[in-house]
């Protein structure tokens, strides 16, 4: 089986620890007008073509892309971020035909789904041909490729002509970008441009489906939920159980998608039992901030309190941006309403569960709170 170089490895642990050192004078290109469109693809294939990392949109959240097939380029973006050898990136591309290509392997229930989700925010896990890098798979004999559906990163990988590694746009663990800004504050001077195309429209990672062997295992949930995924296969088998060996999908950190506050999910029966269990953080009430779409408190000060949509659709697209803005805003918690428990939801609770399971151990929240 493949295997990371480990002197690699040891480089890149210590990087993750410091965070990255690289700097550069960051462009932010707009896309807003045909001509704007045009530069920015122009100027980001020229970068990506001679092995730089950019930022690019996607509809699920930025992401920051090199050449998948340079292995010098997908290091640089685990440098960029601080991500640990072990986190696997997923290939981006433009078309069936190099889809096909980054993989050895294409089964017809593939064909099936690619056909039903593609392009959008559904990540195809196969096995890897032997010109995708090591380091995109870490150190596994698998590749996760996915075709988004956004139209600058599609032009942008046209232009170039070979696949993009893509993870999220920002520093390993931490709260991934839906908007340029977003990037920019996360990453600053590290990377030499930033395309600015508008709020992603998914706002939430991709589903990553793992097709490697003969039935499908969800790695990821993300929006496209697992029936809906069994049905478009044509009745496929979903497998449940776990594998052993290196890690086939990003997002399985038990640490992730992490805003700088602490970040605790809870039920509240009314206005005076969620203060009530707001008291038990042991922190201000001015510092809390509510994210909530059903019970709404209305006792709060109005810049602490978030409605949110109560569809999982339109909630995940705003999820993140708002994480965002209560970190900007100061706060020291961010209590989150916690969300139904059915498989639309299934992709938001899991990013919520990684986001809060951190607060949860170092704050010694009760448990059931980030259940």
């Given at each position: 089986m493949?295997?990371?170089?480990?002197?690699?490895?040891?480089?890149?642990?210590?990087?993750?620890?410091?965070?990255?050192?690289?700097k550069?004078?960051?462009?932010?290109?707009?896309?807003?007008?045909?001509?704007?469109?045009?530069?920015?693809?122009?100027?980001?294939?020229?970068?990506?073509?001679?092995?730089?990392?950019?930022?690019?949109?996607?509809?699920?959240?930025?992401?920051?892309?090199?050449?998948?097939c340079?292995r010098?380029?997908?290091?640089?973006?685990?440098?960029?971020?601080?991500?640990?050898?072990?986190?696997?990136?997923?290939?981006?591309?433009?078309?069936?035909?190099?889809?096909?290509?980054?993989?050895?392997?294409?089964p017809?229930v593939?064909?099936?789904?690619?056909?039903?989700?593609?392009?959008?925010p559904?990540?195809?896990?196969?096995?890897?041909?032997a010109?995708?890098?090591?380091?995109v798979?870490?150190?596994?004999?698998?590749?996760?490729?996915?075709?988004p559906?956004?139209?600058?990163?599609?032009?942008?990988?046209q232009?170039?002509g070979?696949?993009?590694?893509?993870?999220?746009?920002?520093?390993s663990?931490?709260?991934?970008?839906?908007?340029?800004?977003?990037?920019?504050?996360?990453?600053?001077?590290?990377?030499?441009?930033?395309?600015?195309?508008?709020?992603?429209?998914?706002?939430?990672?991709?589903?990553?489906?793992?097709?490697?062997e003969?039935?499908?295992?969800?790695?990821?949930?993300?929006?496209i939920?697992?029936?809906?995924?069994?049905?478009?296969?044509?009745?496929?088998?979903?497998?449940?159980?776990?594998?052993?060996?290196?890690r086939?999908?990003?997002?399985l950190?038990?640490?992730?998608?992490?805003?700088?506050?602490?970040l605790?999910?809870?039920?509240?029966?009314?206005?005076?039992?969620?203060?009530s269990?707001?008291s038990?953080?042991?922190?201000?009430?001015?510092?809390?901030?509510?994210?909530?779409?059903?019970?709404?408190p209305?006792g709060?000060?109005?810049?602490?309190?978030?409605?949110?949509?109560h569809?999982?659709?339109?909630f995940?697209?705003?999820?993140?941006?708002?994480?965002?803005?209560?970190?900007?805003?100061?706060?020291?918690?961010?209590?989150?309403?916690?969300?139904?428990?059915?498989?639309?939801?299934?992709?938001?609770?899991?990013?919520?569960?990684?986001?809060?399971?951190?607060?949860?151990?170092?704050?010694?929240?009760?448990p059931?709170?980030?259940?």
């Open positions: 493949p295997h990371v170089d480990s002197r690699w490895r040891e480089r890149t642990t210590r990087r993750y620890i410091r965070r990255g050192s690289m550069h004078k960051t462009e932010i290109l707009p896309t807003d007008t045909p001509e704007r469109f045009e530069a920015a693809v122009t100027r980001a294939a020229e970068l990506l073509r001679a092995g730089e990392v950019v930022a690019l949109p996607t509809e699920t959240v930025y992401g920051l892309a090199a050449n998948a340079d010098d380029a997908v290091r640089r973006i685990f440098e960029i971020k601080g991500r640990p050898a072990g986190n696997p990136v997923i290939v981006h591309v433009a078309s069936l035909e190099m889809a096909r290509d980054c993989v050895s392997a294409w017809a593939a064909d099936r789904l690619a056909a039903a989700f593609w392009p959008g559904l990540t195809l896990v196969l096995p890897r041909a010109h995708i890098p090591d380091a798979a870490a150190g596994g004999s698998t590749v996760g490729v996915r075709w559906n956004h139209p600058l990163i599609q032009a942008v990988i232009a170039c070979f696949p993009l590694a893509a993870p999220s746009a920002n520093l663990t931490g709260l991934s970008p839906t908007r340029a800004e977003h990037v920019r504050r996360s990453l600053g001077n590290r990377v030499p441009l930033i395309i600015d195309g508008g709020p992603a429209q998914v706002g939430i990672e991709s589903t990553v489906v793992d097709l490697s003969s039935s499908l295992r969800v790695l990821r949930p993300g929006m939920h697992a029936e809906s995924l069994v049905a478009a296969a044509g009745g496929a088998r979903l497998r449940t159980h776990s594998v052993t060996g290196p086939r999908s990003p997002g950190l038990r640490r992730h998608y992490s805003p700088k506050a602490r605790v999910v809870l039920s509240w029966t009314d206005e005076a039992d969620l203060k269990q707001i038990n953080l042991k922190s201000e009430l001015r510092r809390c901030h509510v994210v909530a779409h059903t019970r709404i209305l709060l000060a109005a810049a602490q309190v978030s409605v949110m949509p569809d999982p659709t339109a995940a697209r705003a999820l993140y941006a708002e994480l965002h803005r209560c970190d900007e805003g100061g706060a020291e918690w961010i209590v989150v309403e916690a969300v139904p428990d059915s498989p639309a939801w299934e992709g938001i609770r899991d990013r919520l569960q990684r986001a809060a399971h951190w607060c949860c151990v170092r704050a010694e929240v009760p059931r709170w980030c259940e």
